[in-house]
């Protein structure tokens, strides 16, 4: 598993990926330049080789793909891997591809898996210093994945791409034993009668942070509540800036990065995801799994996930009115409960037991 270790959706994927294929008893190398975030402690048939990154004074920007690379080479021969499977195309695609020719010139054969995952293809890979690289490595990669039908219709929409694309939705791990919630840790956010509104993401110019706070100034206005923010990165000073400046602060709790979000999930009552695009929206998902319902921006793949109507409702991207009058009408005492019930079935849709043998016949039909 080849990804990016940081608290991004891809990077929770390959890692959750990986320790459910390490739980059925395949061995699982991951290769990357920190400690997966969701990996944890020891685990039976885990290994995680990391990329050293060299600081040398001739490079205004470290080569990381070329390090990258030798790593993986270093690891298929001598590790004796069956197959290569990266996360988000850039530059994990390419760098598969070179250690792919490299192996090749020593006679040893190492198919490649790639996992599409979003702005790889949506935003950045589109871009045109990126994509002849990405086109070509889509089109090299042995077998290639796509988290939503969205994602892969973009793909062949932006891409000259020609090739199968399998869609394999993202999945989770749903707790049956509700042990997660405590009302003592509800109460050090909220009083009684107060409603949670939850949102989490790495804050970037996508997920429209400034959305996310509106939305909830309008949900404040009629009841009483308080925003949770899990996450941080380059746009949340927008949501701190415009929340002092809506007089809310007071009402907005910043958690910053958290390796656990279940927890807070569990004692929220609603999740906001008003994205400007999401190839899939796995944070919603991890919201739903745990009976928390979802309002959302209609865009990408986020339909795919967010049952309209169901386990919660979409509108257009930053139609925050309609979003904010979504969000009261599931917090009204009527609705709530059902609400939280749909968004837990809804989730069933997507647990691992229904996702990994898809992913299992993938690495099969390769090795
Ligand atoms: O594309 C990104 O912004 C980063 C990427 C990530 O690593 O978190 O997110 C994408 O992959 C997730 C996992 O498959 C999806 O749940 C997210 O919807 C997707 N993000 C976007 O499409 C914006």
Same mark, same amino acid.
């Given at each position: 598993m080849v990804l990016y270790p940081t608290y991004g959706g891809s990077g929770v994927v390959g890692t959750e990926l990986g320790k459910a294929l390490a739980k059925e008893g395949h061995e699982i190398h991951f290769i990357t330049y *920190?400690?997966?975030?969701? $990996? +944890?402690s020891f685990r039976e048939n885990i290994f995680y080789h990391e990329v050293a990154v060299t600081d040398y004074p001739l490079f205004d920007f470290q080569p990381y793909e070329t390090e990258l690379t030798s790593k993986m080479v270093d690891v298929v021969k001598h590790?004796? $891997?069956d197959v290569l499977h990266v996360h988000y195309a850039i530059p994990h695609a390419s760098a598969a591809y070179l250690a792919k020719q490299i192996l090749k010139a020593q006679g040893i054969h190492i198919p490649i898996v790639t996992t599409l995952h979003g702005t790889d293809i949506t935003l950045v890979g589109r871009d045109p210093s990126f994509e002849p690289v990405i086109t070509f490595c889509i089109n090299e990669s042995d077998a290639v994945t796509a988290v939503s039908e969205s994602l892969k219709a973009a793909t062949y929409k932006h891409f000259n791409v020609k090739r199968e694309i399998n869609v394999i939705p993202n999945f989770i791990i749903v707790d049956e034993s509700d042990t997660l919630f405590t009302e003592q840790m509800r109460r050090k956010y909220a009083c009684d009668g107060e409603k949670i509104i939850c949102h989490i993401s790495n804050f970037r110019k996508v997920k429209r942070i400034e959305d996310v706070v509106r939305i909830f100034a309008l949900i404040a206005k009629e009841i009483p509540s308080k925003l949770i923010l899990i996450g941080d990165g380059p746009d949340r000073f927008l949501a701190e800036r415009l929340s002092r400046e809506l007089n809310i602060n007071d009402k907005v709790i910043f958690l910053g990065?958290?390796?656990?979000?279940a927890h807070v999930l569990s004692f929220s009552d609603l999740f906001l995801l008003p994205s400007e695009t999401e190839s899939f929206g796995l944070a919603a998902l991890e919201a739903m799994a745990v009976g928390v319902p979802v309002i959302s *921006?209609?865009? +990408? +793949?986020i339909p795919e996930v967010n049952e309209h109507g169901y386990s919660g409702f979409l509108s257009n991207v930053g139609d925050v009115e309609d979003m904010a009058r979504n969000a009261l009408h599931i917090l009204s005492d009527d609705e709530l409960e059902k609400f939280k019930k749909q968004a837990k079935i809804k989730a069933k849709e997507f647990t691992l037991d229904l996702i990994l043998p898809k992913y299992e016949e993938i690495y099969r039909k390769l090795v």
């Open positions: *920190s400690q997966p975030v969701r $990996l +944890g590790e004796k $891997l990065k958290l390796r656990d979000t *921006s209609n865009t +990408g +793949g």
